[in-house]
């Protein structure tokens, strides 16, 4: 499959999941149409204030990059050669998650519901650009992103895993909670542990 080639005439559907075994987040795209595993986001290792996501083909090369700006608010997309694709930005507060893509000349805007677990980004004269469906109840990070005509497919799918690290910071529901099970348990299991050692003559 060649990188940033979309069908004409309908959406794509791909499917964004993240490793749950990875010292940093690693997300793994797949085409769902295909299965095929077409790509995959890495973050690098010192993305503490300042997020960087480097995307690479299937074969390993580079094939753009996100980078964050302080407090992950604003994010570019760049090519390979370190061109600015698209501009990605969120305003401070808002009663609504949403945000903004400065992209060919013009401004995408989406905006979600109140759980915002889905966002849909239109052109200003209302053209599909592609929507992020996250999905909620599951183990690892993982979600489902349709592009259109308007977007070339990896600029969308870059665009959705940026905004899954904005306002998700690349955590599943499911597994948010499951983490947090499993530190109670951890906790209760050392407190009967302690108190049985106390207890013991």
């Given at each position: 499959?060649?990188?940033?080639?979309?069908?004409?005439?309908?959406?794509?559907?791909?499917?964004?999941?993240?490793?749950?075994?990875?010292?940093?987040?690693?997300?793994?795209?797949?085409?769902?149409?295909?299965?095929?595993?077409?790509?995959?986001?890495?973050?690098?290792?010192?993305?503490?204030?300042?997020?960087?996501?480097?995307?690479?083909?299937?074969?390993?090369?580079?094939?753009?990059?996100?980078?964050?700006?302080?407090?992950?608010?604003?994010?570019?997309?760049?090519?390979?050669?370190?061109?600015?694709?698209?501009?990605?930005?969120?305003?401070?507060?808002?009663?609504?998650?949403?945000?903004?893509?400065?992209?060919?000349?013009?401004?995408?805007?989406?905006?979600?519901?109140?759980?915002?677990?889905g966002f849909e980004a239109n052109n200003s004269v209302g053209a599909f650009?592609?929507?992020?469906?996250?999905?909620?109840?599951?183990?690892?990070?993982?979600f489902r992103v349709s592009v259109g005509d308007y977007m070339d497919w990896l600029h969308a799918?870059?665009?959705?895993?940026?905004?899954?690290?904005?306002?998700?910071?690349?955590?599943?529901?499911?597994?948010?909670?499951?983490?947090?099970?499993?530190?109670?348990?951890?906790?209760?299991?050392?407190?009967?542990?302690?108190?049985?050692?106390?207890?013991?003559?």
């Amino acid at each position: 499959m060649e990188v940033g080639k979309s069908t004409p005439g309908g959406h794509r559907n791909f499917k964004v999941v993240q490793k749950i075994i990875a010292a940093r987040p690693v997300f793994e795209i797949y085409d769902e149409q295909t299965g095929e595993k077409i790509a995959i986001a890495r973050q690098t290792w010192f993305s503490i204030f300042r997020s960087t996501v480097n995307f690479e083909d299937a074969q390993g090369n580079k094939i753009l990059t996100a980078k964050g700006g302080f407090f992950d608010k604003t994010f570019w997309l760049k090519d390979r050669e370190g061109k600015t694709i698209a501009k990605l930005t969120r305003p401070w507060i808002a009663l609504r998650k949403n945000f903004k893509i400065f992209y060919r000349d013009d401004v995408l805007k989406a905006q979600g519901g109140l759980l915002a677990w889905g966002f849909e980004a239109n052109n200003s004269v209302g053209a599909f650009a592609f929507r992020l469906d996250k999905k909620i109840l599951a183990v690892r990070d993982q979600f489902r992103v349709s592009v259109g005509d308007y977007m070339d497919w990896l600029h969308a799918v870059a665009s959705a895993v940026v905004v899954d690290r904005i306002f998700f910071k690349g955590r599943g529901g499911c597994g948010s909670c499951i983490c947090i099970i499993f530190f109670l348990l951890v906790i209760i299991g050392l407190l009967i542990l302690g108190s049985f050692l106390g207890s013991m003559p």
